[in-house]
């Protein structure tokens, strides 16, 4: 069973201060890893797609990378607009339905 | 070029009563999936479908059916609403080939009192 762990569960930063995120991942063959940012009451937004160990992308502030077990989402001077939930998920590369598995999610709370 | 969109974006229902939720999508995308989401749970997959007149059960299929009759739209039915289905409701699509990431609509607040 395909699985994802995110930690910390919430984590609270002083704008500017850098960090990153944690997604573990068991998979049956790792098709893709996602991130994804949520916004209180609305739905998620897609960020990122990593496809092999190594790989490495950036948005902005942002940038996710990957292992064979788990990615990063490391985020460089945070401004208060980078508060929200991201999500990791997985897709397995057995099976043709393109399903995804979720993590939990990190709430990132950044203070000006 | 409106995304995904869903209908209602919120409803109270009586435990017992039915409904059906809306979900459509505007990029020809051939799968669409239901999720729900609950503190503390993360999103689960309900049901889903790889194309028009097709459906599949999720994770947690139970007290829900689903229907696709045209590509655009995939429709999420209650039919004897529990007080365990109180959730936010997700819609999402994602196309047949390239790089598989699904996109979501704004989400269906959803209480059974």
């Known amino acids: 069973e395909d699985q994802v762990t995110q930690s910390p569960e919430a984590l609270r930063l002083q704008e500017g201060e850098s960090s990153s995120l944690n997604c573990s991942y068991t998979v049956s063959g790792l098709r893709g890893l996602f991130w994804y940012r949520q916004d209180p009451g609305k739905g998620p937004e897609f960020l990122f797609t990593l496809y092999s160990a190594g790989e490495e992308k950036e948005k902005e502030r942002l940038k996710a990378t990957l292992t064979k077990k788990e990615s990063f989402l490391h985020i460089t001077a945070p401004k208060p607009e980078d508060s929200a939930t991201y999500l990791c998920a997985v897709q397995a590369s057995t099976g043709a339905n393109s399903k995804l598995t979720f993590g939990k999610g990190i709430t990132l709370s950044v203070r000006p | 070029n409106a995304g995904v969109t869903q209908t209602p974006k919120f409803r109270v229902l009586k435990t017992g009563q039915s409904m059906t939720l809306l979900c459509a999508q505007d990029m020809n995308h051939e799968y669409m999936y239901w999720y729900r989401q609950d503190p503390g749970m993360g999103l689960r997959l309900i049901h889903y479908s790889v194309g028009e007149g097709t459906t599949a059960k999720g994770e947690v299929p139970d007290g829900y059916n689903v229907s696709r009759l045209k590509k655009q739209n995939f429709l999420l039915g209650l039919e004897s609403a529990a007080p365990s289905q109180t959730s936010v409701y997700f819609c999402?699509?994602?196309?047949?080939?390239?790089?598989?990431?699904?996109?979501f609509g704004p989400g269906t607040r959803l209480t059974v009192t």
């Open positions: 999402a699509s994602s196309a047949l080939r390239g790089s598989y990431e699904q996109y």
